[in-house]
């Protein structure tokens, strides 16, 4: 146990007694503990394996690498259709963490597997993405527009092509393009 990652336990609430059942699991099974960007991560030769988080909902073991895991049970679970790696075990009761610990273990010796071949995902590239009309359409009227995207990063680049093309309504795209151009042509990303 790292005690540097002790206070994320300590302040667990509603989870606490789910996260420091899984920490045991998950440090049974050989990993390093670390704190990285305020949660639990663990590692296996300096490779992120997976992490404890606490939601509202539940606690859960995201494995960064979950989309190689065979999922034998059918327990993971991909957050968003845009995640393509990490993949969550989620749990609501000590109980149910408690019944899994064998498939845990399994799961976490998989992830650990996975990072000893060293495996690694095939993401989908930017070019990909598909470019929402309203965007593409401010794209062809304004070339500087279209030169300042391009020199983003490409991981900023998803990043814009995927908030532009979340809402359902055609006016809602508009608008989100129209508020984040000049962003864009200061070279920023969505974050910045």
């Known amino acids: ?16 007694e789910a996260s420091e059942r899984l920490r045991t699991i998950v440090l049974d099974c050989g990993l390093t503990e ?3 960007w305020g949660v639990p991560c663990y590692t296996f030769q300096k490779n992120n394996v997976l992490i404890i988080h606490g939601f509202k909902e539940y606690c859960a073991l995201n494995f960064f690498k979950g989309a190689l895991l065979q999922d034998t049970e059918g327990i993971l679970i991909q957050q968003t259709e845009n995640v393509q790696a990490g993949r969550q075990i989620r749990f609501t009761s000590v109980k149910e963490i408690v019944e899994r610990v064998p498939t845990l273990n399994a799961y976490i010796f998989e992830a650990i597997e ?4 060293g495996l690694d995902i095939t993401y989908k590239k930017t070019a990909e993405y598909s470019v929402p009309e309203e965007f593409q359409t401010k794209l062809d009227e304004n070339p500087a527009l279209k030169t300042a995207f391009e020199n983003l990063t490409p991981g900023r680049q998803r990043a ?7 809402p359902k309504q055609a006016k809602t795209r508009e608008a989100r393009v129209e508020k984040l151009m000049p962003q864009i042509l200061m070279g920023k990303g969505l974050m910045d």
């Open 1 to 16: 146990m790292n005690p540097n990652v002790d206070f994320y336990f300590n302040k667990a609430g509603k989870w606490q």
């Open 34 to 36: 670390e704190l990285k």
């Open 114 to 117: 996975v990072e000893r071949a």
């Open 160 to 166: 814009y092509l995927l908030h532009f093309a979340a």
